[in-house]
């Protein structure tokens, strides 16, 4: 599994920010896909994950509480990538963001191995 994270940066409160991943070594397109966040200090949190090709829902996406309505998730199965679109960002978004090979939820998280090397997010006047 390879995966790379980009789009990371600063940006003001209310701001925009789109991050990418760029996947490789295995078959992207079957699979589920997650973005998680650390902020300093804390655990890494569930943001969002979209199903694969091997679920009949393949597309669907689901957002932790904290994110839904502000962030979107989608995927490009040809190109192999993941996004993640982050709108009306807050302090509280500030975080490490990584993109995940599989399924997650609030309770559950993919396995560390199969996390990407992440990208730094900091949303600060």
């Known amino acids: 599994v390879q995966l790379v994270e980009s789009g990371g940066g600063s940006v003001q409160p209310g701001g925009s920010l789109t991050l990418s991943c760029a996947a490789s070594?295995?078959?992207?397109?079957?699979?589920?896909m997650t973005w998680i966040r650390q902020a300093p200090g804390k655990g890494p949190e569930w943001v969002a994950s979209?199903?694969?090709?091997?679920?009949?829902?393949?597309?669907?996406?689901s957002y932790a509480d904290s994110v839904k309505g502000r962030f979107t998730i989608y995927r490009d199965n040809p190109k192999t990538a993941l996004y993640l679109q982050m709108a009306s960002l807050k302090p509280d978004d500030t975080a490490v963001y990584y993109c995940?090979?599989?399924?997650?939820?609030?309770?559950?998280?993919?396995?560390?191995?199969?996390w990407g090397q992440g990208t730094q997010v900091t949303v600060s006047s």
């Open positions: 995940a090979r599989g399924r997650g939820s609030p309770s559950n998280l993919p396995p560390r191995g199969d």
């Open positions: 070594k295995f078959a992207f397109r079957f699979y589920d």
């Open positions: 979209i199903t694969g090709l091997v679920d009949a829902d393949a597309g669907t996406p």
